[in-house]
């Protein structure tokens, strides 16, 4: 087990006494293994939590019930439940934006009420949703028409981060669910995230402009890489139709409606969405909505907008004892701030997830990759974790080797129990699908028990080979099983992850919401893309950057 990183952050007496509860948790769980945790069926047994449609089973974390109580200790010193509900009361609880921070607001029924700045948000919500429904409907069923009079079938969405990998998440998640794959029949969707014109290349590639609809989406419409893709789709749209296709071939989701005016589209054509919608939260929103309607039809998006929620009521109201976000993220603040795991896995056993964990990573990155809490002052210790992932079986023949006998992983496995695609050939003793899920069940044990000198001995290893075959186990996972992946539960599993973040966020006391470390890049990219055009435009020199930049530049533009 990796030694504990956390210096105490000073707070209140009770947070400091749970800490420091938990400091002693690691040291009593420093001589025991998963091995024989695992043999008490009274800890496993309370080491479950489900929710319907979900079980979560942490019994293979390196936790007894006491850790698991001065974890609730703690969150109840952090004020997680208050914090809860200050996020979901439209609390400004992003104080460097000043902003709230509701993504759950996109997702409310339309009688609920939640409030931002003092107005209810849940009209615009709804309003915004209506216009999508109305839109994509009539683009599905060929009403709406490009320059030439042809329907529009195909989809070209462009945004990046938060405008781009959720939508794609759930895109993938739902290509193969047998409601959501049929209303797609004749339809395709392409994301163009990337500035690389490969990136181009690959997303018009087979596509022809008399039935693209390009859909641009950036919450503040100035995002360089957006700007310029959105550019590029543009002139290739224009070049073929003439310049009236823009207004037929071409619309927004954005925040910034004199952005998109001043692009040359008509903000009827924009579904907007508002400040306090977090980029990396916003696939609830027209972001995620505009897309998924065109390709799924609205009745796919309200099932995966109820989904989530039904997630955010979990989350707003089960006992924390039983509230897997809160019990993921106490997990979380486990394994990372106390045992000192530096990162985790996410390995979907479910090829339709792959981009699970390409999201989740941005949503988790970007909003606890921190070094500072809310007031200013220094953490105390690291902030979240570095987050990777790939699907099961993929990720096995890849990065578990390190897993299995190298560094600590902390893992969350996310199978789910009925096929979205099941194939059974005849003379096979399984099916495809328990085949993938035999190795669901296999990994986390595999990882947890480990395999001893003792029992490859006894197998009749060589003695050269013991230690290069033996397993040392110990090593912590959770396994979400979810009931089927359809348009409800993939919002459920969205809603999840989301608010796992916030609550490591709220524990760790830092803002989990702005994204300060995205900025210097960009400013320093724009000086870079100034010099770059005065040398090609005026000739001239590379001048005001340090001697190795300077180099590389000069080699570069010598090229
Ligand atoms: O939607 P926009 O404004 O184009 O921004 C795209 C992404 O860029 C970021 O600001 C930084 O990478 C993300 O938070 C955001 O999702």
New binding site residues.
């Given amino acids: 087990m990796a030694t504990a990183v956390a210096t105490k952050p000073p707070a209140t007496a009770a947070y400091t006494d749970a800490w420091t509860a938990l400091e002693a948790q690691v040291e009593a769980l420093k001589g025991s293994h998963l091995r024989d945790l695992l043999e008490d069926e009274d800890r496993c047994a309370s080491m479950v939590a489900s929710h319907p449609g979900l079980t979560l089973d942490f019994s293979r974390q390196k936790a007894t019930k006491k850790t698991m109580f001065y974890l609730q200790e703690l969150a109840k010193a952090a004020g997680v439940t208050e914090k809860v509900a200050a996020m979901m009361a439209g609390t400004k609880i992003n104080p460097t934006e000043g902003r709230s921070v509701l993504h759950v607001a996109l997702r409310a029924a339309p009688d609920a009420v939640i409030e931002s700045g003092g107005a209810n948000v849940v009209p615009d919500v709804h309003a915004v949703l209506d216009k999508v429904k109305a839109f994509s409907a009539r683009v599905r069923s060929g009403e709406w028409v490009g320059a030439t009079g042809k329907a529009l079938t195909d989809v070209v969405s462009i945004?990046?981060?938060?405008?781009y990998l959720g939508p794609e998440f759930a895109y993938e998640a739902l290509r193969m669910d047998a409601t959501a794959g049929a209303a797609a029949s004749g339809r395709r969707l392409r994301f163009l995230a990337n500035v690389d014109p490969v990136d181009v290349a690959r997303a018009r590639e087979g596509l022809n402009p008399e039935t693209t609809l390009v859909v641009v989406?950036?919450?503040?419409?100035?995002?360089a890489e957006?700007m310029l893709n959105a550019r590029t789709m543009r002139s290739w749209l224009v070049d073929a139709l003439g310049e009236s296709a823009v207004a037929k071939h071409m619309v927004a989701v954005s925040t910034n409606a004199d952005g998109v005016k001043g692009f040359g589209m008509d903000p009827e054509n924009m579904f907007g969405f508002w400040d306090w919608v977090?980029?990396?939260y916003?696939v609830c929103s027209a972001?995620g909505v505009v897309p998924l309607a065109l390709q799924y039809g609205f009745d796919v998006v309200e099932r995966f907008l109820a989904g989530a929620r039904d997630m955010d009521t979990h989350f707003a109201t089960a006992p924390p004892e039983q509230n897997l976000p809160i019990l993921m993220g106490l997990l979380g603040v486990w394994n990372n701030t106390f045992l000192g795991h530096a990162t985790r896995a996410l390995l979907p056993y479910q090829q339709a997830l792959l981009k699970l964990a390409p999201h989740i990573q941005?949503v988790d990155m970007?909003s606890n990759g921190k070094g500072v809490k809310l007031d200013g002052s220094p953490l105390g210790h690291e902030g979240g974790p570095v987050n990777f992932g790939e699907p099961g079986t993929n990720g096995q023949h890849s990065f578990y080797q390190l897993m299995h006998q190298g560094r600590v992983v902390p893992a969350d496995f996310v199978g789910v129990i009925a096929a979205q695609t099941p194939i059974h050939l005849a003379g096979e003793p399984v099916s495809n699908h328990e085949e993938l899920m035999c190795n669901f069940f296999a990994q986390p044990d595999a990882l947890a028990l480990g395999k001893t000198a003792e029992q490859l001995a006894d197998e009749g290893v060589p003695a050269e080979l013991i230690p290069h075959k033996t397993f040392t186990g110990d090593r912590p996972s959770s396994s979400i099983l979810m009931d089927r992946l359809d348009a409800f539960s993939l919002g459920q599993l969205l809603a999840l992850f989301e608010h796992r973040t916030a609550v490591e966020g709220f524990v760790w006391g830092i803002n989990s919401f702005d994204?300060w470390g995205?900025e210097l890049g960009k400013v320093l990219a724009k000086q870079v893309r100034t010099t770059i055009a005065g040398v090609r435009s005026k000739g001239g020199d590379v001048s005001g950057f340090n001697s190795s930049t300077t180099a590389l530049l000069k080699k570069f533009l010598q090229g």
């Fill in positions: 945004g990046i981060g938060g405008s989406v950036s919450k503040t419409f100035t995002t957006t977090g980029g990396r916003s972001v941005q970007e994204q995205v």
